[in-house]
């Protein structure tokens, strides 16, 4: 009775821990949403600006790109935070699930403390990154740029005190212990055997970028945090660079001017939802094929195919289909995990459709024509879809349609007519780009209006109440995915400084079979950096060196384009490692775990159409 006694006196005191720690995280989430919900509004609004002050008066505000760009590292991070506290990261579970619940518990708790270790690791140096960055000013609003990367410190603390927050919550104490002393053992261990990595030259780049990174993706830690603990692992422990460089990497990483466009994408693809867009373009293809067996997931292929235009953000995207066909998929039989393989893998497919971001990039940093590109990017992607269609095929051969009612030519024409103004929107975004009219982020603020003045005048619906939470969502997805995009463009300046890329060109340079050799390695090699860098990062840190090879070796650079971006698409979309099938799960709610099976075929079918696309150099270049 006595040590009953004892251990409920010793439990309350635990409780009353965790239930302070639960309450204050979820007040400091909603300060968190609060702010970051208004950036995305005020960036919205400031861009509009310069595109109306641009376009309709003819009087540029030269402040406004830049301070749309100062907003923007505080919307990524404070964004990366609200995910955090709502557990929306991107991490892999594959693994993890299959523990035993005490196992897998401990390494939840390892995942957390990882994150930790991370952040307290590099806040001091985002500190120090704001301090040096206090004697230069921007040119037009002549503000010292401390006040913008000063975002990058608060991000970081706002996530270390989630994390102690999180910790403090676990009910057992000996496993969170646990967990500090094996991270401890670890950090530890790896520090004393600095004299060693000092000595092994380049195998360090397999021991902190592959087994460093796969150890902490296998076991569940968010894949931004297990970037970002090899790169700092590998710059602190195997040379003598200041890490604050690591933070300026970051910074660079996610401020790029082009990623501008990604909040307001994914806010266009939730307007774009909630406005019945979306629904009026899905209604009108299921209306033509809800009544052939698999009928939806073709709806869902050729969906995404036609939002790809309206959206430079497969985030967004996905986010404008999944929620509007995944219900009745589900309803006829369609089991969770196919579905979400599917919406991955018509994310890989759709990656040359513009205007895409990595199109935009390509052609940046190697100087090939974007209109070109854009001209180039559309039948590969027809191509990839035949296949995924012919999968499709086979699955659903035997599907049960004897309650489906096929629609009526009546009903088709009625539904094409009030789709056509969403139908619209991809035509006007894609024709806008193309022509030069507009930039895509220019373009994406247009979309917003056109969405909203649609929602409230043509489809009169129009949810005011819904705004807020659309504006915390935007925030906390595009933090999520900036914080990948910025420990990824970090860990890739990590391989520049070890003089693997100029290796990794040379080798490819020599290689036996010539063009269709270099073309061979070329897949493989981008869909492991589509994999483990992701698409902007891996094509700025490889594009340069890979494609003055291509030219001179008689392939076009278009066609050379439409591999690469191909390659990197599966490599993104494929798990375990590919973060835009992490994405493709946090978007459609379903675990990552149930779509890794189903995914495999759809991935063989992209396989043999990018082999097709590689070996057809007209597919990519018949039109321009």
């Known amino acids: 009775m006595h040590i009953a006694h004892t251990n409920a006196a010793a439990d309350q005191p635990r409780n009353a821990i965790s239930a302070g720690a639960a309450r204050i995280q979820r007040l ?42 100062i907003l923007f590292l505080w919307l990524a991070m404070l964004g990366s935070a609200v995910a955090f506290e709502k557990g929306e990261h991107m991490r892999m579970t594959a693994v993890v699930g299959k523990l035993s619940p005490a196992t897998r518990a401990f390494v939840d708790v390892l995942a957390t403390v990882a994150a930790l270790v991370f952040l307290a690791l590099v806040l001091p140096h985002a500190l120090e990154y704001a301090q040096e960055e206090a004697v230069i000013s ?29 910790l403090a919550q676990f009910a057992d104490r000996k496993t969170v212990v646990k967990a500090f002393a094996l991270a401890a053992m670890l950090v530890i261990g790896m520090w004393m055997l600095q004299p060693v990595f000092h000595k092994l030259g380049n195998v360090n780049l397999v021991i902190f970028f592959v087994i460093v990174v796969a150890a902490c993706v296998f076991a569940g830690v968010p894949i931004a945090f297990a970037f970002g603990l090899a790169t700092l692992g590998y710059i602190m422990l195997t040379t003598s660079t200041p890490v604050m460089i690591v933070v300026g990497r970051m910074d660079e990483g996610m401020s790029h001017l082009m990623l501008l466009s990604v909040p307001l994408f994914v806010f266009l693809g939730q307007l774009i939802e909630m406005t019945g867009m979306a629904r009026a373009m899905v209604a009108f293809l299921a209306s033509l094929l809800g009544h052939v067996r698999g009928g939806l997931h073709y709806v869902l292929v050729g969906a995404m195919y036609l939002v790809s235009g309206i959206s430079g953000s497969k985030a967004a995207d996905m986010a404008a289909i999944a929620p509007v066909l995944f219900p009745e998929m589900k309803n006829r039989g369609a089991r969770e995990g196919d579905l979400v393989a599917l919406l991955s893998a018509t994310g890989a497919q759709t990656e040359t459709i513009p205007p895409s971001i990595v199109l935009i990039t390509i052609g940046s940093v190697t100087g090939v024509s974007i209109s070109a590109l854009f001209t180039g990017g559309m039948l590969p992607g027809v191509v990839l879809a035949i296949g995924l269609i ?8 035997g599907e049960d349609l004897s309650q489906v009612v096929r629609a009526n030519r009546a009903e088709i024409a009625k539904s094409f007519v009030v789709a056509v ?74 391989l520049t400084q070890s003089g693997f890329s100029r290796t990794l060109a040379d080798a ?43 030219r001179a070796m008689g392939i ?66 018949g039109f321009l």
Request: aromatic share 10%; charged share 10%.
């Open 421 to 494: 103004p969403a139908i619209a929107l991809p035509f006007i975004i894609r024709a806008a780009v193309v022509e030069g009219v507009a930039t895509a982020t220019e373009v994406s603020t247009i979309g917003i209006v056109y969405a909203v003045v649609a929602g409230l005048v043509i489809y009169r619906k129009f949810d005011f109440r819904r705004l807020y939470p659309m504006l915390v969502e935007t925030a906390s997805l595009s933090g999520a995915i900036l914080l990948i995009i910025g420990a990824a463009t970090a860990m890739a300046w990590g």
């Open 508 to 550: 490819m340079r020599s290689l036996p079979g010539g063009a269709a050799g270099f073309m061979a390695v070329s897949i493989l090699a981008f869909v492991i950096l589509g994999s483990v860098l992701e698409g902007i990062p891996a094509i700025v840190l490889f594009g340069p060196l890979v494609f003055p090879i291509a």
């Open 556 to 621: 076009h650079e278009v066609h050379y384009a439409m591999v690469v971006i191909l390659s990197m698409g599966i490599g993104l979309f494929a798990p375990p490692f590919g973060v835009g099938y992490y994405a493709a799960c946090a978007i459609s709610k379903v675990h990552p775990d149930e779509g890794i099976r189903p995914i495999f075929g759809y991935i063989a079918a992209m396989v043999v159409g990018l082999i097709i696309v590689a070996a057809v150099p007209w597919i990519s270049i």
């Open 390 to 397: 012919g999968v499709v095929f086979w699955r659903y051969r």
């Open 138 to 166: 921007t040119p037009a609003l002549d503000i010292a740029n401390s006040w913008r990367v000063a975002a990058m410190a608060v991000g970081f603390g706002m996530m270390a005190l989630l994390s102690v927050l999180r």
């Open 28 to 69: 400091l989430g909603h300060c968190l949403a609060v702010p970051a919900a208004l950036l995305v509004a005020v960036e919205i609004f400031v861009l509009l600006a310069g595109v109306i002050g641009r376009y309709v008066f003819h009087a540029p505000l030269v402040w406004s790109d830049e301070l749309a760009s």
